[in-house]
Structure formats: C-alpha cells, structure tokens
C-alpha cells in the first residue's frame, strides 16, 4: 500500500464526474482548488463534487483552497503580446495602470515598487521569460535595460527576487476566498508566499473569526524572505509546501534542490507534514509518460522524507490528468520500497513528548520486526497516528476515528490510512473494535499480526500511552 500522500489540482482537465471519479481511484488523498483562478462558484462546483465522491467511494478526501496570496502582475499591453529586444531600454510604472504596455513600457499592478528597487536589482516577468535590470527610479518610473530577448504580454506575473517586498500578507481577494473556505468547510489553505510568522497568524485569526478554527494552515515557501525565516514560519503552521514554481525564479534556479532538502529536513525535525510541489510530472500534460528526470525527481522527494506529493498543471489542465496521478502513485509505491525504515524510527526521537514518542517508537519497532500487517491506532485528534507517521513503519497505519474532519486531517500525514467510525466508551472495545473495523476495511485479515497503539482512557485527549500486538481472529 503507498504511503505518500497524493494532492492532486483540479481544472478544466479533471472537473467532469468522470474522470473526477477516476482520479480518485487512481490515488488522489486531497483536492487542491487554486484560487488564483476561476471564482467562487467555479470552485464550489468542483468542491461539491469532491465531497460527493468522497460519500460514494467511502474514501476520506482533503479539500485545499490555494490562495492567489500578494502577486505583482503586469497591466495591459497593446498588442496583448510584444517582445522586448535584448539591450532596449524599457520602463516599468509602478501602480499606473493607465499605462498601456507596449515595447518601451509597462504597468505593473504594485505602487510600491518603485520604493522597493534600486539600481542593479533584477525585474522578471513571467516566471522569468524576460528580465530586466533596473538601472536608474525616477518617481514611479522604473528604467531598466532588457537582459535577454523574450516576449511579456498582459496580467503576467512578476518577480524580484532578494528584495524584500512590502506588500500585505493578505489581499481583499484572499480575505473574502478565506471566508468563502469556512463556508464551505475546506480541510486546510495553501497559504501562497507566506514570508514570516506574522502572516500565518493573520490568516488564523480570519479562520478563527469565520468558524474554521479546525482549518489547517499550510505555508507556501516560495521566496529567500520565507526561506530565511522558515523556523518562526514553521513553528506557526500546520504543514509547509516547498512551492517550486515561484521559489525558482525568487531565488538562483540551482539552488532549489538543496532548499527543499533543508525544509523538508526541517519539517521532519518539527515532527509537522512537508509537501513537496510544482512540475513533479510537468511533461505529462502534453505526453502520456513522464520523462527520466521527472520519475527520478518524484522519487528523491520521497527518499527525502515528504509526507506528500503534489500535481498542479498536470491534473488541472492537461492532456492526461488521470494517468499522472496513476503514474505518481507507481513511482511512490515502488520509491517506498527502497526507504530505510529503521533509521527513520530513530530520527524520529527528537520531536515527540516523553511517554508518547516511547510508545510510537516502540510501535514502530515492533511492527518491523514482526513484519505487522498494520498499525492500527483508536485517535480522537490524530495525535496518535500523526506521531506514528512520524516513525515511518513499514506497513500502513490505520487512524479509527470518530471525527470526520481528524479523517481529512490526516490526509496530509504519511502512511495513514483513516476510517471513521463510532465513538468508543471503554479501552476493551477500542482495542477490539479497532481491529474490527481495520478487517472489516480490508486493511487486514485473519491470522495477521496488528500492533495497537492509542491513549486510554479513551476519553483522555493526546495521550498515547498504550501499545498491545494481536493477531487478527
């Protein structure tokens, strides 16, 4: 059974019942809604749907709103698409949308710009297609001289990477998107170009006054400003995205496989869900197979420790949605194979409290050495299973909980599988209960060795001080 979890986009490509359905079958653990297109209703469309298979294949599925978050874009050009000649001098305004673009000037969405830039810095527009060196700031009028022949054209994004940009945490977009998620219950929000610790607590603070206290936060890296600060950033979110789109062109392209190494590394250490991001399998929305490169770079973030992995374009808009979800999920199954389950035990040590991290281990432990079917644990919080996870046994976990939200939760966390189920009032009928339902699932069979980990009384929350191995009857 695949252990690392599977976000995949859903667009145009995969809206349709259909082939919504078969994504789900084909591994998807959570749903992601990019936000920085499409509106409400298109969204609480698709949403709609992801919750209605979820009821009718009886699978527990992740619903995440991406925000747009702060981005400076380029105004209109006129034509829509021009291109700049390498050496031309070309004026960027800041905030002066009036300005109509065309091969000598642009408007770019952000009046702040110009107080931001000086002399030397670097300008890139769409993802880096084209950039410019500022060369002199005269009001709002950036004057730059064109680094490389290239095309720019209306509403493309726009990068200044190592400088720090003053722009809010949240947008009046995001605020109303973040509102719209309470409404409709997401399970947790991307939270795009998330700099410091002090934007993750605004984005609490309009969940808790909107009714999503229960809402995760996962903070997007995706510049050196949320690189540098990624400890406070961390320490303040539930989960962390290693966004490789955006994190490429704000910093050097190179050294992006050594930060996600360190986040991950980091988010391993904290004991909290790291998510690794953005052209996994990008040629596969044109082609029905993935390249070498792409399998091996799928592969290395989970032999790096990802909790989960994640298709944007590829599900979303391309050509093959369903088979680049049944191609990540192969990868993940055979890369698992290959992980070093023992010394993940021992890493785990750093992380969990005293008595809990004891009994994790131990259940860890002990389901590798007797080859266990599962780890089955009884968890009203997750708190239980996210600590297993953690330890990275070798056979799956299997949460039992009552709460269904917990169930989306763990979504996110590795190698657990959730189910939910009624309440239990004593430890008896936990512990028999559990292994029911874990058979009943199909997770297990008779004869099979289970290791049992929970927190008794059943009643207490986010303890873990049991562990009990059975054979299933």
């Given at each position: 059974?695949?252990?690392?979890?599977?976000?995949?986009?859903?667009?145009?490509?995969?809206?349709?019942?259909?082939?919504?359905?078969?994504?789900?079958?084909?591994?998807?653990?959570?749903?992601?809604?990019?936000?920085?297109?499409?509106?409400?209703?298109?969204?609480?469309?698709?949403?709609?749907?992801?919750?209605?298979?979820?009821?009718?294949?009886?699978?527990?599925?992740?619903?995440?709103?991406?925000?747009?978050?702060?981005?400076?874009?380029?105004?209109?050009?006129?034509?829509?698409?021009?291109e700049l000649a390498k050496g031309s001098e070309f004026t960027v305004y800041a905030g002066d949308m009036d300005v109509v673009g065309d091969t000598t000037k642009c408007s770019v969405t952000y009046a702040g710009l110009a107080n931001d830039v000086k002399?030397?810095?670097?300008?890139?527009?769409?993802?880096?297609?084209?950039?410019?060196?500022?060369?002199?700031?005269?009001?709002?009028?950036?004057?730059?001289?064109?680094?490389?022949?290239?095309?720019?054209?209306?509403?493309?994004?726009?990068?200044?990477?190592?400088v720090s940009i003053q722009l809010p945490a949240l947008t009046e977009k995001d605020?109303?998107?973040?509102?719209?998620?309470?409404?409709?219950?997401?399970?947790?929000?991307?939270?795009?170009?998330?700099?410091?610790?002090?934007?993750?607590?605004?984005?609490?603070?309009?969940?808790?006054?909107?009714?999503?206290?229960?809402?995760?936060i996962c903070s997007k890296i995706e510049n050196q400003?949320?690189?540098?600060?990624?400890?406070?950033?961390?320490?303040?979110?539930d989960l962390i995205m290693v966004a490789r789109g955006d994190l490429g062109v704000e910093i050097p392209i190179e050294q992006v496989p050594a930060v996600q190494k360190m986040i991950i590394k980091k988010c391993?250490?904290?004991?909290?869900?790291?998510?690794?991001?953005?052209?996994?399998l990008d040629s596969m929305m044109r082609n029905p197979r993935p390249t070498r490169a792409e399998v091996s770079d799928v592969a290395n973030a989970i032999l790096d420790g990802t909790d989960a992995i994640m298709l944007s374009g590829e599900s979303a808009n391309g050509d093959y949605p369903v088979e680049a979800v049944a191609t990540m999920a192969k990868i993940a199954e055979e890369t698992e194979k290959s992980l070093e389950y023992k010394v993940a035990v021992?890493?785990?040590?750093?992380?969990?409290?005293?008595?809990?991290?004891?009994?994790?281990?131990?259940?860890?432990?002990?389901?590798?050495?007797?080859?266990?079917?599962?780890?089955?644990t009884s968890t009203q919080t997750g708190a239980t299973a996210k600590r297993i996870s953690q330890c990275r046994p070798e056979c799956p976990i299997i949460a039992v909980t009552p709460d269904p939200i917990v169930a989306r939760q763990l979504a996110f966390s590795w190698g657990v599988y959730p189910v939910v189920a009624d309440k239990m009032e004593s430890t008896d009928e936990m512990l028999e209960k559990s292994v029911e339902i874990a058979k009943n699932s199909?997770?297990?069979?008779?004869?099979?060795?289970?290791?049992?980990?929970?927190?008794?009384?059943?009643?207490?929350?986010?303890?873990?001080?049991?562990?009990k191995i059975s054979e299933v009857k």
């Open positions: 059974m695949r252990k690392t979890k599977m976000i995949c986009t859903i667009g145009p490509a995969s809206e349709d019942m259909e082939i919504l359905e078969k994504v789900v079958l084909s591994g998807m653990n959570a749903s992601r809604h990019n936000f920085s297109h499409g509106d409400h209703e298109e969204h609480g469309g698709r949403i709609k749907k992801v919750k209605e298979l979820s009821k009718k294949l009886n699978r527990e599925i992740a619903i995440i709103l991406d925000t747009k978050g702060p981005e400076i874009r380029t105004g209109k050009f006129e034509p829509k698409k021009v002399p030397g810095n670097t300008i890139l527009i769409d993802d880096g297609l084209v950039g410019l060196t500022v060369k002199s700031v005269e009001g709002n009028a950036i004057k730059c001289e064109v680094q490389n022949t290239g095309f720019v054209g209306t509403h493309k994004g726009v990068n200044v990477p190592g605020k109303s998107d973040l509102i719209f998620g309470c409404e409709v219950g997401v399970t947790m929000i991307a939270a795009s170009f998330i700099r410091k610790a002090s934007d993750v607590k605004t984005i609490r603070e309009i969940l808790d006054a909107n009714g999503g206290e229960r809402i995760l400003e949320g690189v540098d600060n990624l400890d406070e950033i961390l320490e303040a979110s391993k250490a904290a004991g909290k869900p790291v998510v690794t991001a953005t052209q996994m021992s890493q785990a040590k750093t992380h969990i409290p005293a008595i809990a991290g004891v009994i994790s281990r131990a259940a860890s432990n002990a389901a590798n050495e007797l080859e266990a079917a599962a780890v089955i199909e997770f297990v069979k008779s004869g099979d060795i289970v290791v049992l980990a929970a927190g008794v009384p059943v009643d207490q929350v986010g303890a873990t001080n049991l562990l």
